[in-house]
């Protein structure tokens, strides 16, 4: 029985944290990856967690033992169908509804995370102490002591596990299914303890496992144009075909597309950055953010590049681009480094003709990546920086005000050029290619008053970023100021 136990203790924790690494993937197209959202979710879980803990000790104590596991089983079950028909099912509609409707970052986050996430952690949490009560012997310390030391070494496998195999293997939906199977897979262990008293929730426990099983291993048929779809660590990939267009989309946003039968993209801004090098003669090129790697391939073209070293972070975008967006290999030009775009810059030391940052799409920006202090490293490698960047049209929001005065403070210079200019509003969201030297038709930067500095140390990014989405907030915002 001691065995056993420790098991479901070990499980109960792999959940938990698997859980919470699945709730920020999951949220990542719509509020980014970031420290506001990782803390709100992470403090609503420990508040469950330590809620269950606490209300569970009115009971220490007065339960059978069969009826202690009975709670168990029941307080599982509703904890994976919760997770399975409602928290991972609805999430992200709920949140792009909360979002819309209050326009606060913070509130939304947090309400979300308590709809989603506060009743069946609670519920499950409550596993531990009854388990604790299971365990043969007087010591209660010493019981609860071993527990938590098994359900903490699975809350860290669940964790590693989720982000580094799971993800990258399963996706993340039946990542967050194997949860639901998990947890349900710990109440068919009990089941044997109390058979004689067989009722409703135990074949409504049987019957999620049966379900959780069969979405594990059910593969979804793909519309015809859709080539790929695969969520993992770091993206939402979907390729997808229309008219004669392929494209490349992460975490919503078009980041790649060219012509079907060229192959060269045509975006207007890869169109310019290509123009550009190529009138420069500029042999050695560093690209951060590869996507589809339309950029690279069609630079390799040229007789005059002689080298392209492609930076990100995300090791699967190369044979995700060849096999089912380029259908063809990389150029031999072409050397891919799946790193964050920090660290190889920090433990490289050769230098570039000209280096390319093309990693910003909005709200997805990388905060890691807009700081002073990155496009200092950037200065380090070469005298040629250029970079795509998506704000809007007047660069007058809080967003584009702080990136530009971090990029000026970096660089001493700027220059930058709307791709898609006129537009009918200022608020539109625009590409602009933005250089550290001057270029003919780009416009130059000019600090008109003391704008936030973005540092590694102290910045808004996250909020900026929201506020930039938000077209409400950001007209009031001007307002205000």
Not at 99 to 123: D, K, M, Q, W
Not at 132 to 141: F, T
Not at 233 to 260: P, T, V
Not at 289 to 318: C, H, K, M, Y
Request: charged residues 20%; glycine residues 4%.
């Amino acid at each position: 029985m001691s065995l056993l136990i420790y098991c479901i203790a070990f499980l109960e924790g792999f959940t938990t944290l698997a859980i919470e690494i699945i709730a920020l993937r999951r949220f990542t197209p719509l509020i980014d990856s970031n420290s506001i959202s990782t803390s709100i979710i992470l403090g609503v879980i420990l508040l469950a967690l330590s809620y269950g803990y606490y209300e569970w000790g009115k009971y220490s104590g007065i339960l059978s033992h069969e009826a202690r596991i009975e709670r168990v089983i029941r307080n599982l079950t509703l904890a994976s169908g919760y997770y399975l028909f409602f928290t991972f099912t609805l999430d992200l509609t709920i949140l792009g509804s909360m979002l819309e409707s209050t326009g606060n970052y913070f509130i939304s986050v947090l309400l979300l995370a308590c709809i989603l996430f506060f009743i069946p952690v609670f519920l499950a949490s409550q596993t531990l102490p009854l388990l604790s009560e299971l365990l043969e012997g007087k010591n209660i310390g010493e019981k609860m002591w071993k527990i938590l030391f098994f359900s903490t070494v699975g809350s860290f496998l669940g964790s590693v596990m989720t982000s580094s195999l799971f993800f990258a293997t399963i996706g993340v939906m039946k990542s967050a299914t194997l949860c639901s199977t998990l947890l349900t897979g710990i109440t068919l262990l009990l089941m044997p303890r109390i058979y004689k008293k067989m009722g409703y929730i135990h074949f409504f426990s049987l019957g999620l496992f049966i379900l959780s099983i069969f979405l594990l291993f059910r593969t979804s048929a793909l519309p015809s144009n859709i080539l790929f779809q695969r969520a993992n660590a770091h993206h939402s990939i979907m390729i997808y075909e229309q008219w004669e267009r392929r494209i490349f989309s992460m975490n919503g946003w078009l980041s790649s597309g060219m012509n079907r039968t060229t192959k060269e993209s045509y975006f207007r801004y890869i169109e310019e950055l290509k123009r550009i090098i190529l009138e420069k003669w500029w042999n050695d090129i560093l690209i951060i953010g590869a996507a589809g790697f339309t950029l690279p391939q069609e630079l390799a073209r040229d007789n005059a590049v002689r080298s392209i070293d492609v930076v990100d972070i995300d090791r699967s975008l190369q044979k995700i681009a060849e096999e089912y967006f380029l259908e063809e290999k990389l150029s031999e030009k072409i050397h891919f480094f799946p790193l964050p775009a920090r660290y190889f810059l920090k433990h490289t030391s050769k230098h570039y003709d000209a280096i390319i940052v093309d990693i910003y799409i909005g709200k997805m920006v990388p905060p890691a990546t807009m700081t002073l202090e990155f496009f200092l490293g950037l200065t380090t490698h070469t005298e040629n920086i250029l970079m795509n960047t998506i704000a809007d049209a007047s660069l007058s929001s809080q967003f584009s005000e702080h990136a530009l005065a971090t990029m000026y403070s970096a660089f001493g210079s700027l220059f930058y050029k709307d791709m898609n200019a006129p537009h009918t509003s200022d608020n539109t969201m625009t590409n602009f290619v933005i250089s550290n030297t001057s270029l003919t038709w780009y416009t130059e930067y000019v600090r008109d008053r003391d704008h936030t500095v973005y540092t590694d140390d102290k910045n808004s990014i996250e909020l900026d970023l929201f506020l930039l989405q938000n077209e409400r907030l950001r007209e009031k915002y001007q307002v205000v100021q």
